[in-house]
């Protein structure tokens, strides 16, 4: 964490101890007992003038009026307010504290958004009567106490001590009190730093911390309790009604082609088929030879792929021991009478045994919607989400106009006729149309090719250099427009745009726009904006399927003549 930032979330929300459901509820105090070597006296010094230099606190405060402010929940609300009044006398050694609610807002919002974190700049001895009395003030579960924070050297490397507590109102308890050393070497991630500085030596002793703070609270939670149970109770139902269950695998055969190499039916265990048989879900497992991730990579065989693994990315060798066990569902719909399918969801994981493995990988179900909310009954949605979801209006969602521009806005223009269908269906689709494109391409950029060289042996003057761009046309074909840039004997670069008919060699040049001046060779930007001023459209759209664009722009006649196309001959 190379920064103190303040934390303003546009999220949502579920208050508070013994009420409404905040969780977690923790409240961190500042460091109690803080001290440092002589030696390291000037960086401390250094880092405390940065800090003060880069808050600007009235500026933070000016936030809290704003209108974005006042929409957030209550409780995002209150986690700024307490992070701003504790930036405002912010010294290195409380940008532990600092470091602590961030991370751990960031780390339990996921799976919390109604959770309370609240920094106060105040200080605790740690005994178990002080630190009660703090949680009852707050109304805070939680109490996260840094005893005390020591920075020394030695053998000439910089280390932290940080003595760490973590106490519980409910057990009126301390669960954790422990001390953790951390170095001076950036080691990445989440924890960041600036190598051989004692900022890293913050980091690493808190990475080390926190990280025991989140399983603390995470054991403890009432809500995880719950939701491993439920999760039991599913496995068990699943195993009992579903997994090893009769059903047809020569109906799953039917349906994959057997030159589909990637698809191995062979290994397939278990299928499942909605009532009305549109839609299925097969499962495929088997134990694979050792490799590691270069090996993985070069085989190309999954475009996707999740490891799953008891190392951690950080371990040495993670990358050369991939683990053996293989699976990958495959999933399908029937659409118009022919079948649509897919792999997905390859995962290398371990199991100790085939069966063991099989059993794991089919209890996916329960992240695939296969259960009702908090239930064990068959949810008969799960035939319509999560795998077999489908093109939604984009220009329908809340938020369209928000994305519309900066991300959203290129995807709706190349879903829009597949709205309403599976993705499934839509991604098979897509992918004979690409196969399609590129064949078009190569023999249209083929005829362009030799009609710009014939240009230039007829007219080397004006046509001393033609540059291509990408080929715009629609899905059928009917017509196709190349953008070009040509460049004269006097460097003169203006855009020109030549047109070839349905299955013609004739080339036209179309006239619509006058030949545009440009200086740069890169001009791709001023074809996009003469094009979309008379149609939504840019180089990332798969096909330009405005027929009024063409009709009216392009193809239009007058007195049986193409208005806006020349014939060059």
Not at 42 to 48: D, F, G, L
Not at 152 to 164: D, L, P, Q
Not at 254 to 270: E, G, K, M, R, T
Not at 529 to 555: A, G, H, M
Request: net charge neutral; aromatic share 14%; with cysteine.
């Amino acid at each position: 964490m190379k920064q103190i930032s303040i934390i303003l979330f546009l999220l949502t929300y579920t208050i508070t101890f013994g009420q409404i459901a905040y969780e977690p509820q923790i409240l961190i105090l500042a460091p109690n007992a803080t001290k440092y070597e002589k030696a390291l006296e000037k960086e401390v010094t250094s880092y405390n003038k940065e800090i003060k230099k880069k808050l600007n606190v009235s500026e933070l405060e000016q936030t809290l009026n704003t209108s974005d402010f006042k929409k957030q929940p209550e409780n995002i609300q209150i986690i700024t307010k307490c992070e701003i009044e504790f930036s405002k006398d912010l010294d290195f050694f409380k940008q532990a504290s600092f470091i602590s609610e961030q991370y751990l807002v960031y780390r339990f919002f996921e799976k919390f958004p109604n959770l309370l974190i609240k920094l106060k700049d105040d200080k605790s001895n740690g005994t178990l009567e002080e630190l009660k009395t703090q949680s009852n003030k707050e109304k805070l579960q939680y109490v996260l106490n840094l005893s005390s924070i020591e920075l020394y050297v030695e053998k000439k490397n910089r280390y932290a001590k940080i003595s760490v507590q973590l106490y519980d109102n409910v057990s009126n308890s301390i669960l954790l009190d422990k001390a953790y050393i951390g170095d001076w070497r950036n080691q990445g991630f989440e924890f960041s730093c600036e190598d051989k500085t004692i900022n890293c030596t913050l980091n690493n002793a808190l990475s080390q911390a926190l990280g025991e703070v989140i399983y603390t609270i995470a054991s403890n939670s009432p809500t995880l309790k719950r939701e491993k149970q439920l999760k039991q109770e599913r496995f068990d139902v699943l195993m009992k009604s579903q997994f090893n269950q009769y059903y047809d695998k020569q109906q799953v055969k039917n349906i994959i082609s057997p030159v589909d190499s990637n698809i191995n039916i062979d290994i397939a265990y278990q299928a499942l088929f909605s009532n009305d048989k549109s839609k299925f879900v097969a499962f495929f497992l088997e134990q694979v030879s050792a490799q590691d991730f270069k090996t993985l990579k070069d085989n190309k065989k999954d475009k996707n792929v999740n490891i799953i693994s008891s190392k951690d990315i950080k371990d040495d060798g993670f990358l050369d021991d991939i683990p053996k066990t293989y699976a990958y569902i495959v999933k399908g719909v029937k659409y118009e009478d022919k079948w649509y399918y897919e792999k997905s969801n390859v995962t290398y994981f371990e199991a100790k045994t085939l069966n063991d493995g099989q059993q794991n990988f089919f209890n996916n179900l329960q992240k695939w919607n296969f259960f009702k909310e908090n239930s064990t009954e068959f949810n008969p949605d799960f035939w319509e989400t999560e795998l077999f979801k489908k093109v939604t209006d984009l220009k329908k969602d809340p938020d369209w106009e928000k994305y519309a521009e900066s991300m959203w806005k290129t995807d709706e223009i190349n879903n829009r006729p597949y709205i309403g269908l599976y993705d499934i269906v839509v991604n098979k689709m897509q992918e004979a149309i690409e196969k399609d494109n590129l064949e078009f391409d190569k023999k249209k950029k083929e005829l362009f090719t030799k009609f710009y060289e014939n240009l230039k042996s007829k007219d080397s003057k004006t046509y001393n250099k033609i540059s291509e761009h990408s080929l715009i046309y629609p899905t059928d074909k009917s017509v196709v427009i190349n953008p070009t840039l040509i460049t004269s004997k006097e460097g003169i670069k203006t855009i020109h745009y030549f047109v070839i008919l349905d299955n013609q060699n004739n080339i036209f040049e179309w006239n619509y726009f006058e030949p545009k001046v440009v200086i740069e060779n890169l001009y791709g930007s001023q074809v996009v904006d003469q094009i979309s001023s008379l149609t939504d459209w840019n180089f990332s759209v798969d096909n330009l399927n405005d027929s009024e664009f063409w009709n009216k722009y392009v193809l239009l006649k007058t007195e049986a003549k193409y208005k806006y196309l020349t014939e060059i001959r």
